[in-house]
C-alpha cells in the first residue's frame, strides 16, 4: 500500500512539470533502499546483537514524520469520493485466499 500512496502524493502534490523528476527520484529511492538496507542491517547484525535493529527505526521514523509536515502540504481532495463496498470487499477476499493459500504450503 505505500507504493500507490506515494505516487498518489507525487500525482496530486507535485506540479505537472516536475512530475518526471519526482517519480525519478522515487525510483531511485525505490531501487536503492532495498540494497542499502540489507547491507546496513547486516553490518549491525555483525557488530551488534540483533535487538538494534529495532531502535534504530525510532530516529528514523521520527524523521520522517517531520519532513512529512514539513514538506508535504495539507491536501483535501476537492470532490470527495463514496466508500466503495465491492472494490473493499474484493479487495478483502483477495487478501484472504493468498495467505489462505500462502499458509497451506508446507
Known amino acids: ?19 518526471p523528476i519526482a517519480v525519478g527520484m ?6 536503492l533502499a532495498p540494497a542499502f538496507s540489507t547491507t546496513i542491517s ?8 540483533w535487538q538494534g535493529l529495532f531502535p534504530m527505526n525510532i530516529p528514523i521514523g521520527l524523521n520522517a514524520i517531520w519532513f512529512i509536515a514539513a514538506y508535504i502540504p495539507y491536501y483535501r481532495p476537492s470532490i ?6 465491492l472494490v473493499f470487499f474484493d479487495s478483502c477476499s483477495e487478501q484472504l485466499i493468498f495467505v489462505a493459500g500462502a499458509c497451506s504450503r508446507t
Open 1 to 19: 500500500m505505500i507504493i500507490p500512496t506515494t505516487m498518489a502524493i507525487i500525482y496530486q502534490i507535485i506540479p505537472k512539470d516536475k512530475q
Open 42 to 49: 547486516g553490518w549491525i547484525l555483525q557488530n551488534f546483537d
Open 80 to 85: 470527495m469520493k463514496s466508500f466503495d463496498g
Open 26 to 31: 522515487w525510483g531511485l529511492a525505490a531501487i
